[in-house]
C-alpha cells in the first residue's frame, strides 16, 4: 500500500475576481500533490468553492438572478481558470453539491446531540460583509475590526458551538505541537485569541437564506464558516454510507491557506473536529499575501494581473515559476511586471534555457547530437559532479519545510552553476584540441545529465518545460524522468540522441513588456 497525502486549498468564494493571489495558493499546492506523486504517494488534492451566506445572496439579488445560478457561471471560470494552470486536483467541491449540504446538517446535529451546539440569543454589533459579530470592545473607531466598514447593533436567536471548552487543547495543539506553521504565526493566534479567552461561537443565523438549514431549526442556516470548513471532510465521504475516501485519506497532512484565514483554521476547525471526536489534521500552513502595488491591483498602475493574460503571453511555466518563487516562506510578495518580466528573463531566459539550449548546441556540434560517455574526470567537474548529486536531497528537504520559492530557487541556482561550469571549461577550446576529445566528452556528458536532473526535479513546479527537455535530449524511457534517477549518471543516457526544438524561454525586452501590458 502506498503512503497517501492529503493536501486542501482553501475553498474560494465566487467573487468574479479571480486573480493572481488565489492562483497562489493553488498552484503551490499543485506542486506539492505533483512532488508527492512523483516520490509514489497515493495523493488527493482537493480544492473548491465557498458558495453560501449573505454576500453572496445580496450580490444575486443585486443582479437579479438566483444565488445558485450567480456562483454558477463564476465557478465555471475558476475551473477554466484551474485547467489554464494545470491544476491536477482530485476533486473540485463545491459547497452547493448536494452530499455536502446533508453532510453538514448531520454534522450540526451530531454536535448539538452531543451538547456542544446550544441554542441561545445573540446581541453585539454585526459586520454584513464579514458575516461576523464583534462585542463592543472589539470594535476599532467604532467599524468592524476586519474590514473597517460599518456595523450595525443586531440581535437574533443563534446557535453556539462550545468553542470555550476547548480552549487549553487549543493551546496545547497550539504550543506543544507543529500543528500551526510557520511558528511565528503561533504567538499571534495564542496572545490574541487563546489567551484573552474564547467565548462560545454563534454558529448559525437567521437573517438571511442562502445556506444549509439546521435540520431540525430550519428558519436557522448554518454558519458558513461551520459550513466551509467541513468540507475539508464532507469531500472524503465523511457521514455517508460511501466514506472510503475519509478512511483512507483523513486526516489531512496540509491545509494550506494564506495567513488572514489562519484563525478559523488552528482555533475554530481543530475544536469542531475535536467536539466530533475525528482526527486533527496534521499541519495548518499559513502563508504571505501577494501584493500587487500596495495590495490592489490597478490597472493604471500597469500592474495586469489577469492570469489569462500572463499565460496566454509568457506561457504556463513563466506564471507558475513566478507564483512558485513569489513568496519568501510565510511573508508577503510584490507582484509588479517588472519584477515578473525580469525574473522570466533572468531566471528562465538567461539561466535555465541558455544552458539547454548551449548544452543542445554543442552536443550537436561536437558528438554528431550523440550524448557522449564520461571519459575523463578532473578536478575541474567535482563541484558541479556533487551539486547535480545533491539537488534532489536538498529540494526534497525545502519542499518539506514548506519553502517553496527556496526550492525552485535551488534548481536555477544548479543551472547557474552549470552554466559557469561551461564558461571554466570552455567545451569550444576543447574541441579544437583532438587530444582533449575525452576531457570534452565528460564535460558533455556532465551538462547533459545536468539538464536532465533539473527537468527530472522541475517536473512537480513546471508542467511543460521539463517534457521539452527531455524530448531535446532524446530521451523517452519513463526510468530517466523518475526522481529517483535524479542525479544518478545513469549509463542509458549515454548514446540518447539529441535534438534542438523551439527555445525555452525567448529573451523578453522589458519596455515592450510593459507597454505592451499596460495596454492589454
Ligand atoms: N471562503 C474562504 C475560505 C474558506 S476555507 C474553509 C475564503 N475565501 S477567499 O476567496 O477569500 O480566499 C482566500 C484565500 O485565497 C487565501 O487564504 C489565499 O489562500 C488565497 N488568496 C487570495 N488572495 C491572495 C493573495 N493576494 N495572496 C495570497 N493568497 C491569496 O477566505
Known amino acids: 500500500m502506498n503512503k497517501k497525502y492529503y493536501i486542501t486549498t482553501p475553498i474560494y468564494y465566487p467573487s468574479g475576481n479571480w486573480h493572481l493571489g488565489h492562483c497562489y495558493t493553488t498552484v503551490s499546492c499543485d506542486a506539492l500533490a505533483r512532488f508527492k506523486r512523483l516520490q509514489g504517494y497515493d495523493v488527493y488534492y482537493l480544492t473548491g468553492t465557498d458558495e453560501h451566506g449573505q454576500k453572496i445572496e445580496e450580490r444575486a439579488k443585486a443582479k437579479g438572478m438566483q444565488p445558485k445560478e450567480f456562483v454558477d457561471s463564476l465557478v465555471e471560470d475558476i475551473k477554466k481558470l484551474w485547467e489554464l494552470l494545470d491544476i491536477n486536483y482530485t476533486k473540485f467541491i463545491r459547497t452547493t453539491d ?20 446550544y441554542k441561545s440569543s445573540y446581541e453585539g454589533w ?26 450595525q447593533i443586531t440581535k437574533e436567536d443563534s446557535y453556539f458551538f462550545r468553542l470555550s471548552k476547548y480552549q487549553d487543547r487549543l493551546i496545547g495543539l497550539l504550543t506543544k505541537t507543529d500543528f500551526l506553521q510557520p511558528k511565528s504565526r503561533v504567538n499571534e493566534m495564542v496572545n490574541n485569541f487563546l489567551k484573552p479567552g474564547l467565548t462560545d461561537l454563534s454558529v448559525s443565523r437567521t437573517s438571511f437564506k442562502w445556506g444549509v438549514p439546521v435540520p431540525f431549526d430550519p428558519d436557522h442556516v448554518i454558519y458558513v464558516w461551520i459550513d466551509a470548513l467541513s468540507n475539508y471532510i464532507t469531500a472524503l465521504g465523511y457521514t455517508s454510507e460511501n466514506d472510503e475516501d475519509f478512511k483512507t485519506y483523513w486526516p489531512a497532512d496540509l491545509h494550506m491557506m494564506a495567513k488572514e ?11 469542531v473536529l475535536m467536539a466530533l471526536d475525528v482526527p486533527l489534521p496534521k499541519k495548518v500552513f499559513g502563508h504571505g499575501w501577494l501584493l500587487f502595488g500596495g495590495d490592489k491591483m490597478s490597472k493604471s498602475k500597469g500592474n495586469v494581473v489577469d492570469p489569462f493574460i500572463l499565460v496566454d503571453r509568457y506561457g504556463l511555466d513563466a506564471v507558475r515559476y513566478y507564483l512558485l518563487s513569489a513568496l519568501p516562506y510565510g511573508m508577503d510578495g510584490t507582484y509588479t511586471n517588472e519584477t515578473f518580466i525580469n525574473k522570466i528573463n533572468t531566471d528562465l531566459c538567461n539561466t535555465l534555457g541558455n544552458l539547454v539550449s548551449r548544452t543542445i548546441a554543442m552536443t550537436e556540434q561536437y558528438f554528431d547530437s550523440v550524448i557522449p560517455a564520461p571519459v575523463k574526470k578532473t578536478e575541474q567537474d567535482d563541484f558541479i559532479v556533487q551539486a547535480i548529486k545533491d539537488i534532489y536531497g536538498k529540494v526534497n528537504q525545502m519542499v518539506e519545510d514548506l519553502e517553496i520559492n527556496k526550492a525552485v530557487e ?19 577550446k576543447l574541441a579544437k584540441e583532438p587530444e582533449n576529445k575525452d576531457r570534452l566528452s565528460t564535460v558533455m556528458y556532465n551538462l547533459c545529465e545536468c539538464i536532465r536532473t533539473t527537468a527530472v526535479v522541475l517536473q512537480p513546479f513546471l508542467t511543460r518545460t521539463p517534457e521539452k527537455i527531455f524530448e531535446q535530449l532524446g530521451i523517452t524511457k519513463d526510468n530517466l524522468k523518475a526522481f529517483e534517477s535524479a542525479g544518478t549518471f545513469p549509463e542509458d543516457l549515454i548514446g540518447s540522441n539529441v535534438h534542438k526544438t523551439e527555445i525555452l524561454f525567448p529573451r523578453l525586452n522589458l519596455q515592450k513588456e510593459l507597454d505592451e501590458l499596460s495596454k492589454l
Request: hydrophobic letters at 35%; charged letters at 30%.
Open 98 to 117: 448536494a452530499d455536502h449540504e446533508k453532510a453538514v446538517g448531520k454534522i450540526f446535529s451530531k454536535l448539538y446531540e452531543k451538547g456542544d451546539i
Open 126 to 151: 454585526y459586520c454584513t460583509p464579514c458575516e461576523s459579530y464583534w462585542t463592543q470592545s472589539q470594535l476599532v473607531d467604532g467599524k468592524c475590526p476586519d474590514c473597517g466598514r460599518d456595523v
Open 261 to 271: 484565514i489562519i484563525r478559523f483554521h488552528s482555533i475554530i476547525w481543530p475544536a
Open 410 to 428: 535551488e534548481i536555477i541556482k544548479l543551472t547557474e552553476y552549470a552554466n559557469k561550469y561551461i564558461d571554466e571549461t570552455a567545451p569550444w
